[in-house]
């Protein structure tokens, strides 16, 4: 009797389960190369991996600051700050979450084939105090440390080491290591499967710290991850209720996606801006018919593709208007966004033919344009629609447009002329761009980390130096005089800040993000 009674309460607390499942389909064009936690600093890989593994430090749902496996931080000294970690967390694989784990996940985020070294890059050294107790000893005073280690995730020394991960993957190279496709984080949710470019599954983490915290109070308990490259497959699955929510709709179906019968399309501006890097470094160039000369070192040739380009009618046809027209480097959500720098050459024809012969090319020139064809809003299509705006000025542009693996591959080799980039902001700081995109590449963590064109200007390194340890007035005016000289320099040609729709099924709620990362642990499926 007693064994028929348990049967009977094993099947209803699995019926139980069953009715209390909720899983979460959710799409996207191009997936994660790697689940390496400090590999690759780009969207595609920390929208999955910010599920599974935890930083010091969080962001709440308006990108403000909060405690993460740290409860509290304060700065102890000018150089010092010290970090008091949250008790009785666990990773994944069951060992306790300690102060050597802080150690070892900084130490190793500062290795040189970590892609974090932008947000690491003053410190000197972490050091475990107690168990619970971590101070982090910066070379200068870094008034933006913590805006800094909300992206930097802690790994388990133990289970690193074990593993031979004890420094992070080299994506360059396309090493395969044991974190390319294995993960054991502190996170809301675990790596159940993983089928790179096929299919991604989480489960909920029952144990995890974070959902004794009122506010996080999602119910999904299974998240299945698809990449989907073609739009219109993407959308088709989402109206045939094959998947639940796509991050990346297309810009030309939200019409059809607003007005279909059970889901919802959410809107809002990304902190992201979408531009394009020239080699100003090289004395000939890689993809050019030109020879002996690099003509993108010629302000009047930079000049002259900036004027050709009508961004207006990018923004009216291929942006269907969801984009931000710029010219300065980051959005207004970021600190130190300027109106009054915040202003394009205009888009004229002729005055660009007029630089190209005054530059000594009034014939124009051929080079290669490298561009994702699955990573930004649309982002093939604004390269096609620059290559033929350039024609016009006697530009032959050539388009080399790949998937986002080896489209980030190829630049981080150095391996370009020419490129559009879209670059986030996840501190929410200038710094966090002119350091990674215009420093100059010396060998300094951070320095340049993301600067492939190689741009350098003593000027420019001057303010940026500035600018760390600055605050207060004085750093926003270092700041507004960068702008000034990236407005006046043209180290790049600012397109646009990206808009992002999100689409999902009626039935499910989800905080849509400026940092177009969504966060499950939030999300409520009814």
């Not at 107690?130 to 910066?138: K, M, Q, Y």
């Not at 993960?183 to 809301?188: E, M, Q, S």
Request: proline share 6%; hydrophobic share 40%; glycine share 6%.
């Amino acid at each position: 009797m007693k064994a028929l009674w348990r049967a009977a309460m094993l099947v209803a607390a699995l019926m139980v389960g069953v009715a209390e499942a909720r899983t979460v389909r959710w799409a996207a064009s191009g997936d994660p190369n790697t689940m390496d936690p400090h590999s690759q600093n780009v969207g595609t890989v920390t929208m999955v991996l910010q599920q599974i593994y935890d930083a010091l430090i969080s962001r709440n749902p308006q990108l403000g600051l909060e405690p993460g496996l740290a409860t509290a931080w304060r700065q102890e000294e000018p150089t010092r700050w010290r970090f008091t970690l949250r008790p009785n967390v666990r990773f994944h694989e069951g060992e306790a979450f300690t102060s050597d784990d802080v150690v070892f996940s900084i130490t190793r985020a500062l290795q040189p084939t970590s892609n974090f070294g932008i947000f690491v890059d003053t410190i000197d050294r972490a050091v475990a105090v107690d168990p619970l107790t971590v101070d982090i000893i910066t070379k200068a005073p870094d008034p933006i440390l913590p805006n800094k280690l909300a992206s930097v995730f802690m790994m388990s020394r133990s289970w690193s080491e074990r593993n031979n991960a004890a420094r992070p993957q080299n994506t360059r190279q396309r090493e395969e290591m044991f974190t390319v496709r294995n993960t054991n984080g502190t996170g809301a949710f675990r790596l159940q499967s993983r089928e790179p470019d096929v299919r991604t599954v989480l489960a909920r983490n029952p144990d995890w710290w974070g959902w004794q915290v009122p506010a996080n109070n999602g119910n999904v308990t299974e998240i299945i991850f698809r990449p989907i490259a073609s739009d219109a497959t993407r959308v088709a699955a989402l109206l045939s209720n094959e998947i639940d929510f796509v991050i990346d709709p297309p810009l030309q179906d939200l019409a059809r996606l607003r007005n279909a019968q059970g889901l919802r399309v959410l809107e809002g501006p990304e902190v992201r801006t979408i531009f394009l890097a020239m080699d100003v470094a090289r004395d000939e160039l890689l993809y050019s018919d030109v020879r002996g000369r690099n003509p993108l070192r010629d302000i009047r040739v930079r000049r002259a593709l900036y004027h050709a380009i009508d961004i207006q009618a990018i923004h009216r046809t291929i942006m269907r208007n969801q984009s931000v027209v710029t010219g300065t480097l980051f959005p207004e959500q970021v600190q130190g966004y300027s109106r009054e720098e915040d202003v394009r050459l205009p888009y004229d024809q002729a005055r660009a033919r007029a630089l190209l012969t005054e530059a000594g090319y009034p014939n124009g020139f051929e080079i290669t344009l490298d561009c994702s064809n699955n990573r930004y809003i649309n982002d093939e299509q604004i390269c096609q629609a620059i290559v033929a705006m350039w024609a016009r000025v006697g530009i032959r542009a050539r388009l080399n447009a790949m998937p986002l693996g080896p489209f980030f591959a190829k630049i981080q080799r150095d391996d370009t002329s020419l490129y559009m980039l879209g670059w986030g902001v996840p501190t929410l700081d200038a710094l966090y761009s002119f350091q990674s995109l215009l420093a100059t590449r010396n060998g300094a963590q951070g320095d340049g980390i993301w600067n492939y064109g190689r741009y350098s200007n003593p000027q420019m390194d001057a303010l940026i130096q500035r600018m760390k340890t600055e605050t207060g007035e004085a750093r926003n005016a270092t700041i507004r005089e960068a702008l000034r000289l990236y407005r006046e320099d043209v180290p790049h040609i600012p397109l646009h800040h990206q808009m992002i729709p999100w689409a999902v099924r009626g039935n499910i709620t989800i905080p849509h993000m400026a940092n177009n990362q969504p966060y499950f642990r939030w999300a409520v499926v009814n």
